[in-house]
């Protein structure tokens, strides 16, 4: 399994199912057996239906206006990749940071996940180098 593809696999899953406000195509980056950690936190999201019951909701929640990737740090069938995206709720803009810990099972599906994040409100663009 090449964690760099798989990673890129996983982006592309995202990166299409934010768009589309769709939790079936991000889901479909996921397991079945695959637990999903939205906040440290939180309790997991389990399995691809907890992939797909988390963005949903999200979905639900907020207005997304823009959004991006860095560039995957793959190896080992782990990854790290950043995102960044500016959303709104509540009628308000805010700015969404984070860092999402990936590990993959031997068909590149996401295995395990992990998000680190942080909002604040208002509109903000990423630091130099961000996503390198």
Known sequence: MDSEAAARRWIDAWSRGWAASDPD???????????????????PHLGRAGAREYGRHAFEDEETL??????????????????WAILRSAGKEHTLFG??????DPDGLVAE?????????GRREPPPAWGL
């Open 66 to 83: 823009e959004f991006r990737f860095g560039e995957p740090l793959a190896a080992a069938g782990r990854a790290a990749v950043e995102y």
């Open 25 to 43: 195509t991000i889901a479909s980056a996921y397991a079945e057996d695959a637990v999903f950690r939205s906040h440290p936190f939180r309790e």
């Open 113 to 121: 996940h992990r998000d680190y994040w942080s909002t604040q409100e």
């Open 99 to 104: 860092i999402a810990l990936l590990s993959f």
